[in-house]
């Protein structure tokens, strides 16, 4: 029973865990994606002509913001090998 | 659980001072938002004073909604707390009644705060544009009640999570316990976001048609549009809440083991939805005023603006879709 209980605590641990990662993880690139969006749209409304330059740029910039969100994908993934 | 500790009412208490304690935190900072934007309106547009002054208590009125949905579920929690409950001592009731005071304490930060950004800005754009100032209040008023959306999910689930009767067989049961929990904060923590959003956009769009207000209706269009992107992380919070809450057909057959298990796997499917939905509400509301802005100072160029728009909320929502997907297959592990 109390083996039971204590492999039922580590894999639950490993599932909250993953939730907590993912979880926080979202945050920062959702806050920092908005914001590089928000600074291409402004700078389209002032340079026009550079259309295709912003946009490409914004989106390198995003991607590269998505990678910690990346990461705590990966992460979340690994946890739920170890709570299942 | 534990003999002679009626945990459930002790619980309905503690729940009624989250809800009041966390509600009063947004709409008491958006009060005072809405206040500053008020009087320095009034410094550089003395002889609108009486229409300013009109505006704000207008804009306070609205900004204080969330907190009076705080206080409302605040009473009713002390009402359960303070009469003879069935099972005082049921974890499972006990649980559901801290989730309703955690739900509409978080989600109300949100709105209140969003809802005052909003109104600041609109005095703002009064102080500019004093002939409009009517063309203003309205559509400062359909942004907040926009604004107001995701405190109104909040006010759901509390109700919900106040009035839930689980079955008598499944008052002690952890697992039951947690999804309640766990529903109450996937949907407050998710409001945050969307309402800090949803007021951005909306104060966005004020300062827009203060600086143009020949293109209010493209203006109110583009607003409405991108408080609708900013509400899709609250709506997939929604999403998880319903599903922790009403289905729990499987219950019965977890042994204590199994409980723990399935308890810690509740609460991390509806914490990850929550704070999840934080950031890309903040971030898509970022956008919308931006896109709002944009399109006052260069109206011809409304159809790059949008493209960008689209795209880059499309991509600052990816984050809240990996969040949702990680609840879902913890909710379904």
Known sequence: MAAEMSEAIMKGAALLGAGLCMGFGAIGPGIGEGFAAGKACEAISRRPEEYSTLFRTMLVGQAVTESTGIYSLVIAFLLFGIGK | MIEGIEIANTAAFIGAALAVGFGAIGSGFGIGTAGVGATIAMATQPHERSSLFRGMLISQAVASNPSIFALVIGLILYNIGDSKLPAPDSVVMACAYLG??????????????????????????????????????????????????????????????????????????????AAYLAAGLSIGLGAIGSGLGNGMSAAGAMSAIGRNPEQTPKLSVMMIVGQAMGQTPVLFSLVVSFMLIFSNAEFVKYGSADQVLHSFRFLGAGVCMGLAAIGPGIGSGYTGAALCEGMADRPELSQKLNNIYFVGTGVAQSTAIYGFVISLILFSL
């Open chain 2, 100 to 177: 309703a005071g955690l739900s509409i304490g978080f989600g109300a930060i949100g709105s209140g705060a969003g809802n005052g950004q909003t109104g600041s800005e609109a005095m703002t754009a009064i102080g500019r544009m004093p002939s409009h100032s009517s063309k203003i209040t309205i559509m400062m008023l359909v942004g907040q009640a926009m604004g107001q959306t995701p405190v109104l999910f909040c006010l759901v689930i509390s109700l919900i999570l106040c009035y839930v009767q689980p079955h008598a067989t499944l008052q002690q049961n952890l697992a039951l316990g």
